[in-house]
């Protein structure tokens, strides 16, 4: 029977803890926070992208930054054949070079740079290099493509498709009682990965932080980055945190009614505390009559637990803005008991009134009178 029981309290016990809504801690990454991001990013970028034999070769290229952005005469294509013959050459659809001939003699490469290429229509505005190589004879042909460029600034979808940021609390938010008193510190990570197909270097970023934070710097060097290969950094920083925006009242004889709204300038979901403690000025006039006894609190119409004291609420979720946190204080006011006047030590004596013993006195006095007249 007992080893009944304690399975059954065991059942009911997982029961309970799974029943439990999810709450986020000072241990969950967010990624929904109004959090850093890498706004611009240059890079350095010296890479032989092709090295291939052949007669007839073709390859692409993509680029983080558009083709205008690297350096055009470092930037180019070599040709190299083992015997006198000529070729094409097409860039993104482009024919840069037709039956241009290649000269066999040994050491010689014919080179067609990036300046050239532009200069025979290639839009400089494209982000990749569409390389198509084809011999007019059997004779292999080696073809070499070398991507160079320093500082180069790459284009704004690029560096937004390459980075994951997440965020989460250090210590958990909490309302302030005005907009300078209130922050709260918060740990972000900024992952970054890209699949260019070569490495890049000094791979400088440019960091953009939301309008509410404090203390913060703008520039971080990440240095090589491969190819496929993820790299991640944490940065540790202040935000302005939620605070109390305005205290509104309603009274109606002995029922009040308080209205505070907590501003804040992100969603803040299942973390951030609230201790309302009725002293402090932002209150003041506001909550003098409050009873406890009576007391009913909502948070946007919907009832929230509170412990008494300083009012306590936690794990709130805040949303962005002050008129969408509205804290609704309702309660009737404690009635106050009536003074009883003091009893005078007259009215103590033997628990009787004043008058009771003027009428006692009143009635000794007729006896004795009766009695002195009964004599004559």
Known sequence: MKQHILVASIIIALVAIASVPPV???TTWMNY??????????VDIDEESLNVSGNNMSTNITLPCIIGNLNNSETKT?????????????????????????NSTAGYWANITLA???????????????????????????????????DISC??????????VEEKDVVKPTVG?????????????????????????????????????????SYYNFGIVQNNTGKEIYKQYQKYGPFVYNVESDVDGNEHEATIYVKSNELLTL???????????????????????????KL???????????????????????????????WTEAEVPVPTPPTLWQQELFGLQVYIWALLAMIVAIIIILIWLSKD
């Not at 109004?34 to 990013?41: C, L, Q, V």
């Not at 209150?283 to 003098?288: I, K, M, R, T």
């Open 24 to 26: 986020e801690s000072t």
């Open 33 to 42: 926070r109004e959090d850093i991001s890498i706004s611009a990013i240059t």
């Open 78 to 102: 070599t040709i190299n054949a083992s015997s006198n013959c000529t070729f094409n050459l097409t860039v993104n659809g482009v024919s840069v070079n037709s039956s241009t001939e290649l």
């Open 116 to 150: 050239h290429v532009i200069s025979a229509g290639v839009d400089e505005n494209n982000t990749y290099i569409n390389l198509v190589i084809e011999a007019n004879a059997s004779e292999v042909i080696t073809a070499k493509a070398s991507i160079y460029g320093q």
């Open 155 to 164: 284009y704004s979808s690029w560096v937004t498709s390459i980075q994951t």
């Open 177 to 217: 009682t005005s907009s300078t008193s209130s922050f709260m510190t918060v740990n972000d990570s900024i992952n970054i990965s890209h699949t260019l197909g070569y490495n890049v270097t000094d791979f400088n970023a440019t960091l953009s932080y939301p309008s509410h934070a404090v203390s913060t710097t």
């Open 271 to 297: 973390t951030v505390d609230y201790s309302l403690i009725t002293s402090d000025s932002v209150y003041e006039d506001y909550l003098d009559t409050l009873n406890y006894d009576t007391l009913d609190v």
């Open 300 to 330: 946007n119409g919907v009832d929230v637990e509170w412990t008494e004291g300083s009012i306590e609420f936690e794990d709130l979720t805040i949303k962005e803005g002050w008129s969408v946190n509205e804290f609704t204080l309702s």
